[in-house]
C-alpha cells in the first residue's frame, strides 16, 4: 500500500463528485440506517410526550415504555422507545455502505464509495446529525482500476481488491446499493457486464468490477452458461484452469470447440469448472466424451478421485473407465446416484478380488456387468476368508454346545455355526450380533438361533448365554420375545440350564 502523491490524488479525484448526493442521504437514511429512529420520551406536568428523532416532531404519547417499539404518529416511521432520563453515553449507530455513481470526468468509468455513517445520541437528542465519512473510494475505467483505502486522514493505494467488504466492517451493517449502481453504468461498458447475476446486496460489488475491468469477457462467459466458473473466480475458489481469461472469441475463452459449446446450450447443461476439467483431462487421455457425460463424470475432477483414478490406470485406459463409470451409473436398479460412489465401490470391489487372488486380466471380472451385486459377492468372500480362523474355533466348540439343542412344538434353539451364520443373522434382524463372533469363538459367550419349526432358515430370535445364564434375546431390531418365545425359553432354561435347585446339567465352557 503506497500513499498517494499529490498528482495523482488530483488526479484520481477528479472522477468523484465533490458533495455528499442527495441520492447518498436518502441511502443512508432510509435504508443503511433505517433501524436508527427513535422516540425519545419525557415526562410534563403528568403528561407523556415522544420526540421523534426522523420527522423531528415532539407530541404527546400515551404509555410508552423504554425498550418498546412503536409507530411514530406523524411519519410513521417505526421506532424504539427511549426515556430520554436513561443514560445513553455509547449510543452511538454505525452503519457502512457502498455507493456507486459515474465518473464526472470520464463519461466510460465509474466510481464507487464506501461511506461509513453515525449518528451519536449521546448528546441533545434533538440535535442528532448523521456524520458521513468516506474510507474508500473505487475508480472503474475500461482497462484500468484504482483503489483507494482512506487512513487516519490520508489516502492509500492498494494493489489487491479487497475482499467483498473490508474486514474491520464486519461488525456494522453493511450493504451496497443496488439502484446506484443501475444508475452509474447506464451507458457505459459495464452496463453490460452482467453485474445483475453476481448481485449480493451485503457485499460491495468491488471485486466483480475489479475482474470485469481484468477480464470483461466475463460478459460473454457468463451470457453463454458459465456463470458458476465466474463466481468460482470472484469468490477465489479454485477454476482448474479451465478458461482462458485472456481469450478474444468464446471458443478460445472456454477453450472449447463451436460443436461443443452448441453441445451445452443445446442440453441446457449447467458445467462447473471441475467438470470442464475432467472433460479436457479425459480428452487429452483419449476419451472424448460428451458434454452431457462431462457433467456426470466432472466430480472426479476432484484431487481425491483424480488419485484413486490414477491407481485404475495401471489396469485399463481412461476411456474404458469413463465408460464403465457412465455404464453403471446408467443401469437399472440406480444403486449408484453419482459418478463419485460408483468409483469408491468400483475401486473397494477390485481390492477384494485383489485379496480374492482374481483374475483382473480378465474383463469379465475387472469390468463385472452388475457392479453392485459383484461387489456384494466380494464382501461375503473376502469376510469369508477373513473369518478362516475364527470358524476353526467355532466348529471346535460345536460338539460340546450341540447338547444344548432344544425344541418344542413350534419353535427350535441350536447354537450358531459360524461367523457368517451370525453375520447374516445380524442383518436380517437388524441387531449387531455379528460383532460377537471373535467372543464366541473363544469361548467367553454362547450364541443360540431360535427359530421357528417350520422356517428353520429364517432369523428370528437370537440368544446369548453365559455361565450358564441368558444374557440377553433379541429379535427384529432388538425387540423383546413375545410370551409364546418367552415360555419356549424358559422351558429351555428349566431343562438345560444348571439351575440351584437341581443337580448338573449339560456344561458350556463359557464363564462371564
Ligand atoms: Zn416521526
Given at each position: 500500500m503506497t500513499e498517494l502523491t499529490s498528482t495523482e490524488k488530483h488526479r484520481i479525484f477528479a472522477h468523484f463528485p465533490q458533495k455528499i448526493s442527495k441520492a447518498i442521504v436518502a441511502y443512508a437514511t432510509d435504508v443503511a440506517l433505517i433501524s436508527s429512529r427513535y422516540l425519545f420520551t419525557r415526562r410534563h406536568g403528568g403528561f407523556q410526550f415522544g420526540f421523534c428523532t426522523h420527522c423531528q416532531k415532539e407530541y404527546l404519547t400515551e404509555k410508552l415504555k423504554h425498550g418498546d417499539e412503536t409507530v411514530c404518529k406523524k411519519c410513521g416511521s417505526t421506532c424504539k422507545v427511549k426515556a430520554s432520563g436513561m443514560g445513553r453515553k455509547a449510543m452511538v449507530d454505525q452503519a457502512y455502505f457502498t455507493f456507486y455513481e459515474k465518473s464526472v470526468l470520464h463519461p466510460e468509468a465509474i466510481t464507487a464509495r464506501g461511506i461509513l455513517v453515525a449518528r451519536d445520541y449521546s448528546g441533545d437528542y434533538r440535535e442528532t446529525k448523521t456524520e458521513y465519512r468516506v474510507e474508500y473510494m473505487y475508480l472503474f475505467e475500461p482497462g484500468n482500476y484504482v483503489l483507494l483505502e482512506n487512513r487516519w486522514g490520508k489516502w492509500f493505494k492498494r494493489i489487491q481488491v479487497f475482499s467483498d467488504y473490508p474486514p474491520s466492517m464486519v461488525n456494522r451493517r453493511t450493504t451496497v446499493c443496488r439502484a446506484s449502481i443501475e444508475e452509474a453504468v447506464?451507458?457505459?461498458?459495464?452496463?453490460?457486464?452482467?453485474?445483475e447475476r453476481y448481485f449480493d446486496r451485503n457485499g460491495d460489488m468491488i471485486r466483480f468490477f475489479q475482474r470485469y475491468v481484468q477480464y470483461p469477457s466475463i460478459e460473454y462467459i457468463t451470457k453463454a452458461g458459465f456463470q458458476h466458473i465466474v463466481q468460482a473466480k470472484l469468490t477465489g475458489d479454485k477454476t482448474y484452469g479451465v478458461i482462458n481469461w485472456r481469450g478474444k472469441t468464446l471458443p478460445k475463452v472456454m477453450r472449447l470447440s463451436k460443436k461443443e459449446l452448441r453441445d451445452i446450450k443445446d442440453h441446457g447443461l449447467t458445467l462447473k469448472a471441475m467438470d470442464l476439467h475432467y472433460f479436457h483431462v479425459s480428452k487429452k487421455r483419449g476419451s472424448q466424451i460428451t458434454m452431457t457425460d462431462a457433467s456426470l463424470l466432472g466430480a472426479l475432477g476432484e484431487e481425491y478421485y483424480a488419485t484413486e483414478i490414477e491407481k485404475l490406470l495401471s489396469l485399463t485406459s481412461m476411456d474404458q473407465i469413463n465408460r464403465y463409470i457412465l455404464k453403471q451409473l446408467r443401469r437399472?436398479?440406480?444403486?449408484?446416484?453419482s459418478a463419485t460412489t460408483v468409483l469408491t465401490a468400483w475401486r473397494d470391489y477390485l481390492k477384494d478380488c485383489q485379496t480374492l487372488e482374481m483374475?483382473?486380466?480378465k474383463d469379465s471380472i475387472l469390468f463385472p456387468n452388475d457392479l453392485y451385486a459383484a461387489h456384494q459377492k466380494t464382501i461375503m468372500k473376502v469376510k469369508i476368508k477373513a473369518d478362516l480362523s475364527l470358524n476353526i474355533k467355532i466348529a471346535a466348540r460345536l460338539p460340546e454346545l450341540q447338547a444344548f439343542h432344544f425344541t418344542d412344538s413350534k419353535f427350535f434353539l441350536r447354537p450358531a455355526r459360524d461367523s457368517i451364520e451370525l453375520f447374516e443373522e445380524g442383518k436380517a434382524l437388524q441387531h449387531c450380533v455379528s460383532g460377537y463372533a471373535e467372543k464366541y469363538a473363544e469361548g467367553k459367550s454362547n450364541i443360540f438361533f431360535i427359530r421357528k419349526i417350520d422356517q428353520p432358515d429364517m432369523p428370528f430370535y437370537t440368544m446369548e448365554v453365559i455361565d450358564q445364564k441368558i444374557i440377553q434375546v433379541c429379535g427384529m431390531k432388538n425387540c423383546h420375545p413375545t410370551d409364546e418365545v418367552q415360555s419356549f425359553i424358559q422351558a429351555f432354561a428349566e431343562e438345560k440350564l444348571r439351575s440351584r435347585k437341581s443337580g448338573k446339567k449339560a456344561e458350556m465352557s463359557a464363564t462371564a
Open positions: 447506464k451507458g457505459t461498458p459495464f452496463q453490460y457486464s452482467t453485474w437399472e436398479g440406480k444403486h449408484y446416484r483374475d483382473l486380466s
